[in-house]
Structure formats: C-alpha cells, structure tokens
C-alpha cells in the first residue's frame, strides 16, 4: 500500500470513528441544542410524517432510541403513549430532555451498550442508524426491544440527497463498501459526521433479524416545510429522508 492508499485509508476509518462516536453531540464545537428544540423547521418536519404514520398509541408504550433532546415525547403523548422512553448517549442532549420533556424516562447510554430489560409496543429510531457502523447488530439488538407483533419506525437519510452539495456546507465523502459512505457536513453551527446507506441495506439486515417490511414513505420537502426553509425549495419533489414501518415477527 503506498502512503496516498494509506492517507485515504486513515482518512476512511477516522471519519467512520467520528461517525459512530456516541458523544459527538457533547462536542463543544456542535450547537446542537438550538436544532433540537421543538419549534426547529428540521424536528417539525420529522413530527409532520410521523403523526402521519403512527399508529394509535393509546395505552402503549413507546422506546425511542437515539432520543436526542426529547422533542418526539410531545408527539407520542398527543397520540396516546401510556410510556414513554428514550436512550441517549449524549450527556448535553440528556439534560435538556430532562428539562423540557419530563414525561420521557431517559437513560444516558449508548444503544450499543444498551442491555434489553423488557420490550415495547413502538420502538421509534429517528436518524440514529447513521451513527451505528453494524446494521445486523443494530437490527438484532433492536429485535430484543420489540414485543411480537409490536412496530418498528426508523427514520433515515436520504443517501443521494447527503451526499449533494448544497447550502454552502464542507462535504467530505468516504467509501465504506456495500453501497455505504460516511460523511463529514460542515454547517453554521458545527461538523456533523454520519453513515448513509442505500435504503435495500435496511430492510434486507431488518428482515433477517425478524422485521417484516409495512410500510415505506419517502420523505419529501413539504409546503411548510419549504415556507419554513426556502432553501429546501431546490429538493422539492425529491426524498430527504425515509421512513420504514416493520412489525417484529417471532417466528
């Protein structure tokens, strides 16, 4: 290997560590309190195709992983949740959901080192797998958090639209292999590094672990959305992120 390969190759594996670092948002050069409050266009975005696409959940209990600063625990409430819990690494996004979002029983730990207790009705996954670098262990380890029959949402992004150019970011682009990429995004208020995946690799690894594909939503800018966020109108018509409904099969 000469030293250009090596380069590249080290370049690779530190934007992959970077990725799956599970205290990236405690990062004191990431601002990110300011887009996960409630009222951020981003967030609202995500609560308006969910609400969409949520089943009743009254009298159900609810896990969300990757929980970030709490914002879904309103939307589960609104829609009935008897329980609501999260699991979140980062310490900074932790104290804010306890703050602002009291009515979700958070627990300070990565997913990864997440020991499964009891399972769910509703396990929600909202832009977490692009910090998690082994879908089959994510899948298999999520596969203990669902009851039988019980519903899987994750929420993930758009492989082409994170790797565009846009808004002015610094985009660095790596190869992982298997169609996947990591990313290093330079925006007004930090470096976000993250995985994105063609979405074939998600409901392939989901239904070896026991998930069942119902559903698959492409989630385009919408009229608020754009009127919220001009800029989003160049994306108009095309898919930021999906969302993937599974329900847990036993058998």
Partial sequence: ????????KGKEIKLAEEATNPHQYDSLALDWEKEGMLDS??????HEYLEANLENLTGKSVL??????????????????SEIHGIEPAHKNVEISRKLYPEMRVTEQAFEEAR????????????????M???????????????PNGFLYIVVGDKEYHTTERF???????????????????????????????????????????????KQVALVPTKKFIQAESK???????PLNHLLVFEFSSH
Avoid at 1 to 8: A, G, R
Avoid at 41 to 46: D, E, L, V
């Fill in 168 to 214: 002015c970011y610094e985009l660095e682009i790596e190869d992982l292999g298997n169609g996947e990429v990591t990313t290093s995004t330079k925006r007004p208020y930090g470096t976000m590094h993250d995985i994105f995946r063609p979405i074939s690799n998600f409901i392939e690894t989901a239904e070896k672990a026991g998930f069942v594909l119902k």
């Fill in 41 to 46: 266009p981003t967030r609202q975005f995500f």
């Fill in 116 to 131: 499964p207790e009891r399972t769910f009705d509703v396990v929600v996954v909202v832009m977490a797998f692009e910090h």
């Fill in 1 to 8: 290997m000469d030293s250009k390969e090596s380069n590249s």
């Fill in 64 to 81: 969300d992983v990757g929980s970030g600063t709490g914002h879904l625990s309103k939307l589960f409430s609104k829609l009935g949740a």
């Fill in 133 to 147: 670098r082994n879908l089959d262990s994510a899948f298999q380890k999520l596969s203990q958090f669902v009851r």
């Fill in 232 to 238: 989003y109108k160049q994306f108009e018509g095309k």
